[in-house]
């Protein structure tokens, strides 16, 4: 991959995990939204909406309850996604590489949090004598720069060697081995709904979640039927149960 | 203490400026000791400064704001709003001001926990995920627009929320905040969010998740039995609605170890495609 590309790409993925206007909406580090733009870089839309999509998947709820993320989502998007569009691979085996890629930068993402322990302790001193200006460089400017070379330098080092390496690796690997990667591929998404379902919490609302599930699996239903018909039953309820008012205080 | 002096009056723009802030840097400076503190602290510098011009009781009110926080960043600027409230009583210097400042430091920690909860359960699990689970099939198909779609939506969502909350909370101030999060109106909006999200996580995890077997048993006779074929008689994909509703039950039990599932589904996978299982 040539340099310019390569730094580009690091650098997009600096700014979408920098948490800037609050992670950028927190969603602009998804490989679904970083896809257009991937697609632009490497003038392959269809192709890299096509993998985007699929990466997605394997995060798609990919929450982080008090702020404990199981996944970096912009890795993956920002080596795995330009890694399969250089090479021209195919999004199934695109996962095979975003899925270690998003372990690891849960590793990052702890190291930052970790660095940027030093900035709150200026800020105290800071606070002492009254340093406003000083009080706003450590929340905004230091945290930024000092998560720079963390998250700039293996993206971009990943992207230079990458490609070549990545590939030599999966051709040398057994087949059931990249079977088994894209066996995983299908059973991570369930990950990511299971923490969704325990931070919507209350377990008596499971029976909820079978009804939405074999509704698509039986009826074949799309999703978007499930959400018509999911509003008008809960909009229902909510509002025949407004008469009995006051039993539900927290 | 500043004395005598005529009261500083917030405005609507001093509290956009908060809010702009806040928005802007809420998790840049996101550490393990103190969380959002620094990021709390630096919205609320402006308005500060304008508050306390002696810079003795801007310091400590700079040192007030540098204490642990966390919370929703949109649900939890009720809680911005209104601390700009108290501190704006704190800065007319009334007899009351040393309670005042003990009751933001009670306030800030005892919302904090409960709005994360609801921002948690209604932004970030039902709303975030059913946006981008519309959203991916037509992505697929080759659509720009889907694909950007959940920037675009869920973004001027939180941007709008967050803005709305913010000033809530300086209007309504914190008695009636504190009474409509303990009223049954707000619990039973997050009750029916909590179910629909549910009932949205069943379809997209049967979108979603998949699971299924290439085994084919060959019975004595010769005939050749195809597993899954006989599991979708019994009920289709209920290969990936069990895998889910485990996982599940073992975050359920086990407390939030993802990188541990997370390495445990790679390496059954391995395992299982190994023999040929899956």
Known sequence: M???????????????????????????RYPLVMAP???????????????????????????????????????????????????????????????????????????????NTTFIHMADKYALEGNVKGVQRCATIYPLLAAFPLRFIPVFVALLLGPSAVEGFINSLPTWALNGLSVAGGILPALGFAITIIVIGKKEYLPLFVIGFFAVAYLGLSTIAIAIFGVSAIAFTYMTSTSKKGENSL | MSENKAPVVVTKKDIDTVFIRWFTFAEVGLNFERMQALAFCNSMLPLLQKLYPDIEDLSAAMQRHLTMFNSS????????????????????GNEDAEQTKTLVQSLKTGLMGPLAGIGDTIDMA????????????????????????????????LFINTRNFIHLGYKRGRDSIVA????????????????????????????????????????????????????????????????????????????????RILVVIIILSMIFSYFGIL
């Open chain 1, 2 to 28: 040539n340099l310019f590309l390569a730094a580009s790409i690091a650098l997009l993925y600096w700014f979408s995990v920098s948490r800037l206007l609050y992670n950028a909406f927190s969603i602009f």
């Open chain 1, 37 to 115: 733009i991937m697609g632009l870089l490497f003038n392959n839309m269809s192709d890299a909406l096509v993998i985007g999509a699929t990466l997605q998947m394997i995060y798609i709820g990919s929450i982080a309850p008090g702020g404990n993320p199981p996944a970096d989502e912009g890795l993956a998007s920002c080596v795995a996604m330009p890694i399969a569009l250089a090479t021209g691979m195919t999004a199934e085996i695109a996962i095979t590489i975003a899925i270690p890629l998003g372990v690891l930068g849960v590793g990052f993402e702890n190291l930052r949090k970790t660095m």
């Open chain 2, 73 to 92: 960043v949109a649900w939890g600027g009720l809680i911005n709003g209104i601390t700009i409230a108290l501190e704006e009583e704190i800065s007319k």
């Open chain 2, 126 to 157: 039902t709303v975030r995920t059913i946006i981008v689970g519309l959203c991916v099939p037509f992505a697929i198909e080759g659509s720009v627009i889907a694909a950007l779609m959940p920037l675009l939506v869920f973004g001027a969502y």
């Open chain 2, 180 to 259: 409509v999060l303990k009223s049954g109106t707000i619990h039973k909006l997050i009750n029916s969010a909590s179910m629909f999200g549910l009932m949205m996580m069943g379809a997209l995890s049967a979108s979603y998740v998949k699971v299924s077997t290439p085994l084919v048993i060959t019975s004595e006779a010769g005939t050749k039995i195809v597993v899954q074929e006989m599991i979708n008689k019994l009920a289709p994909s209920l290969l990936s609605f069990a895998v889910v509703i485990a996982i599940y039950f073992y975050i359920a039990k086990k407390g939030p170890k993802f990188i």
